[in-house]
């Protein structure tokens, strides 16, 4: 019953660096999101992959890449990480695309770039 | 047209009191109106959700009211818990279009003793 897993939970990383957040659902969700959560910013979508072998970008895509391994797997890569790139991550899963029934949220990556 | 917004960005209520966060969508098409409950270190959580062929939903001390002609939606939170404190995200979709949730920027409740 774990929902959406996210790993790592924490992360520094030195400007330049890159690294893979991780997340999977076991809830056979077909959607999947990657969002990041800044102060007085709220809740901004990086990409999303509305279904199996689908990837898009969302409102703040530029310097993130994304990967849809198979349908429970959705990871999210900083190839040269930046400073503004400092922020919490958030991946969730809905069982169609559109959020009619509502995103489960995994409990967050928090990177901190130097 | 894709906005949501919401008011206010923090809230202070005593333990007891009714919290109450607002929210204003311009978007007609929109037809799925969820809130999220985030918790410190926590991800966002549904919490409540209304469609608008209903004025009103509630779930135990929690009240969505719905205003469609004024685009309005608002979160009652009665007898406010201290466990209640966290941020508030109202949301709005087209249920069934292929389109995005678009999220409101939160509103931090703290309920005090």
């Known amino acids: 019953n774990a929902g959406v897993t996210q790993t790592p939970k924490f992360q520094v990383l030195k400007t330049g660096q890159s690294m893979t957040l991780q997340c999977a659902q076991d809830?056979?969700?077909?959607?999947m999101y990657w969002y990041r959560q800044d102060p007085g910013m709220g809740l901004r979508l990086i990409y999303y992959s509305a279904s199996e072998g689908t990837t898009d970008k969302g409102e703040v895509p530029n310097g993130y890449n994304v990967s849809r391994l198979n349908k429970r797997e959705f990871s999210l890569r900083l190839e040269s990480a930046a400073p503004s790139q400092t922020s919490v991550y958030f991946c969730?899963?809905?069982?169609?695309w559109g959020g009619g029934s509502g995103y489960t949220f995994g409990s967050g990556t928090r990177l901190t770039v130097v | 047209q894709q906005q949501v917004k919401q008011s206010p960005q923090s809230l202070i209520v005593q333990k007891g009191g009714i919290s109450i966060i607002n929210c204003a969508y311009e978007n007609t098409a929109f037809d799925y109106f969820p809130w999220y409950q985030q918790f410190p270190g926590k991800g966002p959580a549904l919490l409540i959700a209304i469609r608008p062929d209903v004025s009103e939903k509630k779930e135990g001390r929690f009240t969505i009211s719905f205003n469609k002609s004024a685009k309005q939606f608002s979160l009652h939170i009665m007898d406010s818990q201290p466990g209640d404190s966290a941020t508030y995200f109202c949301a709005a979709s087209r249920e069934t279009s292929y389109d995005k949730v678009i999220f409101g920027p939160g509103t931090s409740l703290s309920v005090i003793p």
């Open positions: 809830m056979n969700h077909n959607s």
């Open positions: 969730a899963s809905s069982p169609t």
